[in-house]
Nanobody, 122 residues
């Protein structure tokens, strides 16, 4: 069992930056690939980024590539999402999730956090 709690969301102007954190409980955190997903009002939840079990391999949605960076610190049981050059279209609730697979497919994620809201003003 893994419990996930996101933090770091807020209101930021376009072009600004935020860093999201996802704190995990449980001793097996390092066995999971960790992903970030987002869901804008009236839209389906979509993949944003994923990092593998040892923090070496990453993958990003085209919409965030070059602006977002995912990383993990297993000593702190935490995964991060550094978001730079934010755009109004990045406005969404952001969720972290844990999967036994390195994947973009949200159906393969077993554990989910409650989400943190990011709002980017123009």
């Amino acid at each position: 069992q893994v419990q996930l709690v996101e933090s770091g969301g807020g209101l930021v102007q376009a072009g600004g930056s935020l860093r999201l954190s996802c704190a995990a409980s449980g001793r097996r955190f390092s066995r999971y690939a960790m992903g970030w997903f987002r869901q804008a009002p009236g839209k389906e939840r979509e993949f944003a980024a994923v990092v593998d079990w040892i923090g070496v391999s990453t993958d990003y949605a085209d919409s965030v590539k070059g602006r977002f960076t995912i990383s993990r610190d297993d000593a702190k049981n935490t995964v991060y999402l550094q978001m730079n050059s934010l755009k109004p279209e990045d406005t969404a609730a952001y969720y972290c999730a844990a999967s036994s697979a390195f994947t973009k497919n949200m159906r393969q994620y077993t554990y989910w956090g409650q989400g943190t809201q990011v709002t980017v003003s123009s």
